[in-house]
């Protein structure tokens, strides 16, 4: 859907068990946020309502994706809201709590001139103040972040995909300490596109993950995709 005129909603809320359904307006606390929004993941916070993070899509002055973060009550009414731009572009696509009580987002962020694509962090405090960002750029090539889970040791793994310039895209596990601090990183593929979209912890008790997304390498000659389950231990 092509927009023509500035739009000030940002996010369609339903709650279906209650038929409990609102439109948040972009204009809050004297705040006025212009653009195009879209909510990518939200969040419980427990006994306090909910949190979201999405994209907000500028087409003035210039194309530009930032990420947005809303936070709302259970009754759906915002407490804060927060826009993060960068000097290209970033996109927010999960959100976690912190054992601080706040919130990390994982995205993707895209260099304005080089067009690299890296694993973006974002940490929020409870109040939804910046306490620190960055970009996850260990490796060679186009890094996306789609989910990230906490772990048992307060720290976090992020899945989404890698991948070199004239090959496939893998499936991208990355492994952060508290601070965000990389541990580890993982690649996983064949011949074709894999890409990781979700993750959480496993049953086993061993602090392993498991990975779910799409594959089209058990197939690659007739391009159809397939989903893509995946487990590793700790």
Same mark, same amino acid.
């Given at each position: 859907?092509?927009?023509?005129?500035?739009?000030?909603?940002?996010?369609?809320?339903?709650?279906?068990?209650?038929?409990?359904?609102?439109?948040?307006?972009?204009?809050?606390?004297?705040?006025?946020?212009? +653009? *195009?929004?879209?909510?990518? !993941?939200? &969040?419980?916070?427990?006994? /306090? #309502?909910?949190?979201? @993070? =999405?994209?907000?899509?500028?087409?003035?002055?210039?194309?530009?994706?930032?990420?947005?973060?809303?936070?709302?009550?259970?009754?759906?009414?915002?407490?804060?809201?927060?826009?993060?731009?960068?000097?290209?572009?970033?996109?927010?696509?999960?959100?976690?709590?912190?054992?601080?009580?706040?919130?990390?987002?994982?995205?993707?962020?895209?260099?304005?001139?080089?067009?690299?694509?890296?694993?973006?962090?974002?940490?929020?405090?409870?109040?939804?103040?910046?306490?620190?960002?960055?970009?996850?750029?260990?490796?060679? +090539? *186009?890094?996306?972040?789609? !989910?990230? &889970?906490?772990?048992?040791? /307060? #720290?976090?793994?992020? @899945? =989404?995909?890698?991948?070199?310039?004239?090959?496939?895209?893998?499936v991208y596990i990355v492994k952060l300490?508290?601070?965000?601090?990389?541990?580890?990183?993982?690649?996983?593929?064949?011949?074709?596109?894999?890409?990781?979209?979700?993750?959480?912890?496993?049953?086993?008790?061993?602090?392993?993950?498991?990975?779910?997304?799409?594959?089209?390498?058990?197939?690659?000659?007739?391009?159809?995709?397939?989903?893509?389950?995946?487990?590793?231990?700790?």
């Amino acid at each position: 859907m092509k927009f023509t005129a500035i739009c000030l909603f940002i996010f369609f809320i339903a709650l279906v068990e209650n038929t409990h359904a609102r439109f948040i307006s972009g204009v809050y606390q004297g705040e006025q946020t212009s +653009g *195009n929004y879209g909510a990518k !993941a939200v &969040k419980t916070v427990p006994n /306090d #309502g909910y949190i979201m @993070v =999405g994209i907000n899509t500028m087409r003035i002055p210039e194309n530009k994706d930032e990420v947005y973060v809303l936070r709302i009550s259970d009754s759906l009414e915002p407490k804060w809201s927060k826009t993060i731009k960068i000097e290209g572009k970033v996109w927010g696509n999960s959100v976690e709590l912190t054992p601080d009580g706040g919130f990390i987002v994982a995205g993707t962020s895209e260099a304005k001139f080089t067009e690299k694509k890296s694993i973006y962090l974002l940490k929020l405090s409870s109040a939804g103040e910046i306490e620190w960002s960055k970009n996850l750029s260990e490796i060679e +090539g *186009n890094q996306e972040g789609n !989910a990230i &889970k906490a772990t048992e040791d /307060d #720290g976090f793994v992020i @899945v =989404g995909s890698t991948q070199i310039v004239g090959e496939g895209k893998n499936v991208y596990i990355v492994k952060l300490d508290s601070e965000g601090e990389v541990e580890w990183s993982n690649s996983i593929g064949g011949l074709g596109n894999d890409i990781a979209h979700a993750v959480d912890t496993t049953l086993d008790g061993q602090g392993g993950y498991i990975i779910a997304g799409e594959t089209d390498s058990f197939d690659v000659n007739q391009g159809s995709a397939d989903s893509y389950i995946v487990k590793l231990d700790s």
